[in-house]
């Protein structure tokens, strides 16, 4: 595993660490990636974790880094920090009480999004289930980007308790549901963090509409808080497929590929 300050990232450091392990501290905080980086390339995508099995993987995990070679983009594969010590399997980026890793994970891919020489509008969040969850907030942090998500999580306070009620103990301890979201609701809703970080991102989101718990839960919920919220959005496309065999998963990995490499090379909806 590779080792450096966020101080000290440059361009030539970044060309040779490519598809390795590397370590970026960050005030006094170290942090997880992988980068995937092609040469001809003025692309970013961003990809972010969605739930982890403890019993195959051990964190620092940055899933479906092999999809790197298969993308016509520079790919950053991300982490989440936030389940490692409490080992739990699911962080959406929480952090803990005093420190969003969110914006910890934002300010470095940007970073490295600049080295690469890769303008905004290029950059591109993505993830299913929580990973879609931190794509969107990740693009909402970020002007000119844009995410796509497939089946994601858009509101915690609706998803399953049980998962949920894990991560408000590990992160915000000695706090009570009601509590935790109404002072952190940029980290439970993605709507609260367009609202918090002034910015609607382009979003491309893919739903199954035979999954009725997300169904409910997330995509009609999202819908009705960007309508309450007085969210423009204009910019978001709004997919619904039906497959009754993948239920939450998400859709498979050639399809995935294919999507992303029509969003990649859209200059807009």
Known sequence: MLEID???????????????????????????????????????????????????????VQM??????????????IDDKTIHE????????????ERFFLEDYSTISMKIQSLLGVNDED??????????FMSIILASMHKSSSAVVNNPQT???????????????AVFPGLSSEEIENKYPERISVVSAMKQYGNIPKIYYFQNNKYEFDLENHYYAFIDEVNKQCINDKD???????????GHAPLPK????????IVLNLKQL
């Open 64 to 77: 479906r880094s092999s999809w790197g070679r298969d993308i016509n983009a520079h790919c950053l594969f």
């Open 86 to 97: 409490s080992k739990i399997n699911t962080g959406w980026g929480a952090g803990r009480k």
């Open 155 to 169: 509101l915690l306070k609706n998803h399953y308790s049980s998962k949920v009620n894990k991560m408000y103990e």
């Open 6 to 60: 966020y101080e000290d990232l440059s361009t030539d450091f970044l060309k040779t660490i490519n598809n390795k392990m590397l370590k970026i501290r960050f005030n006094r905080e170290s942090f997880y990636f992988k980068l995937s980086i092609k040469k001809e390339s003025d692309k970013l995508v961003v990809h972010s974790n969605g739930a982890v099995n403890w019993e195959k993987n051990t964190p620092p």
């Open 254 to 261: 050639d399809q995935t590929l294919q999507y992303l490499e």
């Open 236 to 246: 978001f496309l709004y997919v619904l497929y039906n497959d009754s065999d993948l």
């Open 123 to 132: 950059v591109l969040y993505w993830g299913s289930s929580a990973g879609g």
